[in-house]
C-alpha cells in the first residue's frame, strides 16, 4: 500500500513538473516597443511665429504628442496653447481673429468681436519702458487657455526669459503662468519688462531665442522650431526706425542661435523661409503660414524616418 501511494505522489509531482501553469500565473508579456519620447522647442520671432502653428498640424496630423515644451517669447505663447491642450487648428482660429487687412484688425478689436478691446492691446505705456502694454493680451490668452498655473498644463511647458540687469537666460516651469508669458514677450521697446519677485525680465529671445538645449538630456528626439526669419533686400522698401530696431533684434536672436548650433544640435532642426514679414505682423498670418507649408513638409518627412511606424489618422485613411 505504501509502495502505491509513494508510486503516485511520484506520478502527481511529475505531470505538476511538465504541465504548463494557469495562464492568470505567468507573467505579463507585450511586443508592443515603447514609444520615444518628443521634445518641442519653439523659437521666438514675433509675427513669423505663427508658422509654428504649421508644424503643430503637422503633429496632429501625424497622431504625435510632445512629452515636454520649450518655448521663448511668442514661442511661449503658442506653446502655452498647444500644452494647455489646444490643437493646431485651434489656435490657428484664435489667431485668425487678427487676420485680413489692417482695417479689419481694428474693427474687430474696436467692436470687441476678438473678446480683446483696442484699448486692452494697444495701451500706451512709455512710462515702464515699452511702447504698449501686454496685460490685455495676456488676460485673453488666458480666457482661452482656461489655466493659469504651469502644474495644470497637460503637457509640462518651459518659458524662457531673460534677467534685464544682469543678461541671464531664466527658465519659468511652475507657478503663475500668465506672468511668466509676460516676461518672455517683452520685446525690448515694444512691451515693458515684467517685475516679478524682486527682478525685473525681459524677452527670452534676448538670451536664448531657440530652447531646444533643455529637452535634450530628457527626451528621445527634440523637435526645434526656428522662426526667427530670413532678412531679404526689397529694392524701394522704405525703412523705418522701428524696423531697424526690430531688426536688430532679429540679427541678435540668429547669432546666438547659430553660434549655439556649432556645439549642440536637435534631432529635427526645422528653419521656416518666411519673407517680408515685420515683427508685428499677425494680419498677414495666411501669407506667413502659406509660407510655411513647405518647412512643415520637410518637418512631415523627417518624422516619418525618425518615427517610421508612426502614421496619423488622415495618412491612414
Given at each position: ?73 511668442i ?114 521697446g ?11 525680465y ?20 527634440v ?7 530670413t ?18 533684434f ?11 548650433m ?56
Open positions: 500500500m505504501r509502495k502505491l501511494t509513494r508510486t503516485a505522489l511520484t506520478i502527481l509531482t511529475f505531470c505538476c513538473a511538465i504541465l504548463p501553469l494557469p495562464k492568470t500565473a505567468l507573467p505579463a508579456e507585450t511586443n508592443e516597443p515603447t514609444r520615444p519620447t518628443i521634445g518641442l522647442a519653439l523659437g521666438s520671432g514675433g509675427a513669423t511665429g505663427l508658422s509654428h502653428i504649421a508644424m503643430l498640424e503637422v503633429l496632429d496630423e501625424m497622431g504625435l504628442k510632445p512629452q515636454k515644451i520649450a518655448g521663448s517669447s514661442g511661449a505663447i503658442i506653446g502655452s496653447l498647444y500644452a494647455a491642450g489646444m490643437s493646431g487648428k485651434e489656435i490657428r482660429d484664435l489667431f485668425q481673429t487678427f487676420a485680413g487687412s489692417n482695417t479689419k484688425v481694428v474693427m474687430k478689436l474696436i467692436q470687441g468681436k476678438s473678446g480683446l478691446a483696442l484699448t486692452d492691446l494697444m495701451q500706451i505705456d512709455l512710462e515702464n519702458g515699452g511702447l504698449f502694454s501686454s496685460e490685455g493680451f495676456i488676460r485673453f490668452l488666458g480666457e482661452k487657455m482656461g489655466t493659469l498655473t504651469f502644474e495644470n498644463l497637460p503637457i509640462p511647458l518651459m518659458v524662457v526669459a531673460t534677467d534685464y540687469w544682469s543678461g541671464e537666460e531664466i527658465i519659468f516651469k511652475s507657478g503663475d503662468l500668465l506672468t511668466a508669458l509676460q516676461a518672455s514677450m517683452a520685446v525690448p515694444l512691451f515693458p519688462p515684467e517685475a516679478i519677485d524682486g527682478r525685473l525681459i524677452d527670452g529671445g534676448t538670451s536664448n531665442p531657440l530652447p531646444y538645449d533643455h529637452l535634450l538630456q530628457t527626451c528621445d528626439i523637435i526645434a522650431i526656428d522662426v526667427a526669419g532678412g531679404n533686400r526689397i529694392p524701394g522698401k522704405e525703412i523705418r526706425a522701428t524696423d531697424v530696431l526690430f531688426d536688430t532679429k540679427i541678435m536672436q540668429q547669432s546666438i542661435t547659430s553660434a549655439k556649432k556645439y549642440l544640435q536637435p534631432h529635427i532642426y526645422i528653419r521656416p523661409e518666411i519673407h517680408d514679414v515685420r515683427l508685428l505682423h499677425f494680419n498677414r498670418m495666411e501669407t506667413i503660414l502659406q509660407q510655411s507649408q513647405p518647412a512643415a513638409e520637410i518637418l512631415r518627412e523627417k518624422l516619418h524616418q525618425a518615427l517610421p511606424e508612426e502614421r496619423g489618422p488622415a495618412e491612414n485613411s
